[in-house]
């Protein structure tokens, strides 16, 4: 009866044994997959307040590791490191030991927003805010090497040319990839609205639609007025005159915004259009496809005007000065002068 016993007991140690000897292997296998390889870098992104679960979740998901559970485990086991928010950059295939490394340390992956209106310096600021002074100086000046690369240049200046968008700095990513990386978004960014290099509107070919594009996002802001706006510059460019923009002298100054003073209006510089007529010689910002659309399919109308009314936005537009003079009263009564 003994030898009955024992034997039924033995064959369940045994599984566990055996259970436990495969469990022990499968988890050595998830912290350190030997023999899966190293795989592509991709991006794993870290928000605010991400719990450990989520984290491991979003690793497995992008093929990080293979077993959120075993990675869970581990952290348990040998301890967590401490998780900053923001991009990293890791490889799929990673040992557990290779995870928490990058984990505990600084993101890895910088991101620069590119938005509507910033100028080339203004982007080189924040490229220097993140990846330091050495890497901002080599992108500002390869970015501008590259004018070459654009089909909508004049040779000169890059200012304009650059694409509209959020851009990611890898580990390994150099200042000049990101410079090339720029302006071939701003082509693809081009060919989608329907601009081409050999595109004319209004007796404008393609980089001077660029560059009245850049004007219209600085003097409209608001994406529903930009195709009126557009067709106030036609109007004035067509009438021979000045197009009489804030926008430009204090893109010359090297100012965002802010108050045109009577000084300001006497610089001697091609950018015053209060004083040289015609368009700017370059753009003065990086546009947006709305600022685009609007010089491409500005609506018909005799407008030479416009002024923002309210502090919501509102903008009149008007054709003869007596209507402008209307639309500033309307202004300066909602505070806005």
């Known amino acids: 009866m003994a030898f009955l016993l024992i034997k039924p007991l033995?064959?369940?140690?045994?599984?566990?044994?055996?259970?436990?000897?495969?469990?022990?292997?499968?988890?050595?296998?998830?912290?350190?997959?030997?023999?899966?390889?190293?795989?592509?870098?991709?991006?794993?992104?870290?928000?605010?307040?991400?719990?450990?679960?989520?984290?491991?979740?979003?690793?497995h998901r992008e093929g990080v590791i293979a077993s959120p559970f075993?990675?869970?485990?581990?952290?348990?086991?040998?301890?967590?490191?401490?998780?900053?928010?923001?991009?990293?950059?890791?490889?799929?295939?990673?040992?557990?030991?290779?995870v928490k490394s990058i984990l505990g340390n600084q993101p890895n992956v910088a991101a620069i927003d590119v938005a509507p209106g910033l100028t080339i310096k203004?982007?080189?600021?924040?490229?220097?805010?993140?990846?330091?002074?050495?890497?901002?100086?080599?992108?500002?000046?390869?970015?501008q090497q590259d004018v070459k690369l654009s089909p909508f240049s004049n040779g000169s200046s890059i200012e304009g040319l650059i694409g509209a968008k959020t851009y990611i700095i890898t580990p390994t990513m150099t200042a000049g990839e990101l410079a090339r990386e720029m302006v071939q978004a701003f082509n693809k960014e081009a060919a989608s609205?329907?601009?081409?290099?050999?595109?004319?509107?209004?007796?404008?070919?393609?980089?001077?639609?660029?560059?009245?594009?850049?004007?219209?996002?600085?003097?409209?802001?608001?994406?529903?007025?930009?195709?009126?706006?557009?067709?106030?510059?036609f109007n004035r460019l067509a009438g021979g005159g000045f197009l009489q923009m804030d926008s430009t002298v204090l893109y010359y100054l090297g100012q965002d915004g802010g108050t045109v003073t009577p000084a300001m209006l006497k610089t001697?510089?091609?950018?015053?259009?209060?004083?040289?007529?015609?368009?700017?010689?370059?753009?003065?910002?990086?546009?947006?496809k709305a600022a685009l659309k609007g010089v491409l399919h500005a609506p018909q109308g005799t407008w030479l005007y416009f002024d923002t009314v309210n502090q919501q936005g509102k903008t009149l537009f008007a054709t003869t000065f007596a209507e402008q003079l209307k639309n500033e009263a309307i202004a300066k009564r909602n505070g806005m002068s």
């Open 10 to 59: 033995g064959r369940v140690l045994l599984a566990v044994v055996v259970l436990a000897v495969v469990f022990v292997g499968w988890f050595l296998l998830q912290v350190d997959p030997v023999f899966a390889g190293k795989g592509k870098e991709v991006i794993v992104t870290v928000a605010p307040g991400d719990s450990l679960s989520t984290i491991a979740s979003d690793l």
């Open 70 to 98: 075993a990675f869970r485990l581990d952290t348990l086991i040998f301890g967590a490191p401490t998780v900053q928010s923001g991009t990293y950059e890791l490889r799929k295939g990673s040992s557990f030991a290779e």
């Open 193 to 233: 609205v329907g601009l081409t290099p050999t595109t004319t509107e209004n007796d404008l070919h393609a980089y001077q639609l660029v560059t009245a594009a850049s004007i219209v996002q600085k003097e409209a802001y608001y994406s529903r007025y930009m195709g009126k706006v557009a067709r106030v510059i």
């Open 268 to 288: 001697n510089t091609p950018y015053n259009t209060y004083l040289y007529p015609g368009l700017t010689p370059t753009p003065i910002c990086t546009v947006s």
């Open 122 to 143: 203004e982007v080189a600021f924040d490229v220097d805010g993140a990846k330091g002074v050495t890497y901002a100086n080599t992108f500002a000046r390869d970015v």
